[in-house]
């Protein structure tokens, strides 16, 4: 899936800050480096696994939790936007 939703209207999302903080953080990823486009498996090589821990990271900390469908649809740091930023 690829975000439809602008990265600058993400941004202005009252979570937004914390789920950057949050995944700069997950990640040791200066905040950034890390770009809608950025894709979590070719761009930052985690594995299968790594993005099921981030997700449940991210679900844990910022108290919003997603669906089986919607994990399985996560492939860029944007997606992870759009579907924490709802």
């Known amino acids: 899936m690829t ?4 990265f600058t209207a993400t941004l202005e999302h009252p ?15 200066p905040g950034n480096r ?3 486009f950025t894709r979590l498996k070719e761009d930052l090589f985690l ?18 939790y997603l669906t089986e469908e919607e994990t399985a649809q996560i492939e860029t740091v944007g ?8």
């Open 15 to 29: 979570r937004a800050t914390a789920l950057m903080n949050n995944l700069s953080t997950e990640l040791r990823i």
């Open 34 to 36: 890390l770009q809608a």
């Open 79 to 86: 997606d992870l936007q759009a579907f924490f930023l709802r």
């Open 47 to 64: 594995d299968a696994m790594d993005v099921e821990l981030l997700i449940a990271s991210l679900e844990r900390n910022l108290e919003y």
């Open 3 to 6: 975000s439809s939703m602008p």
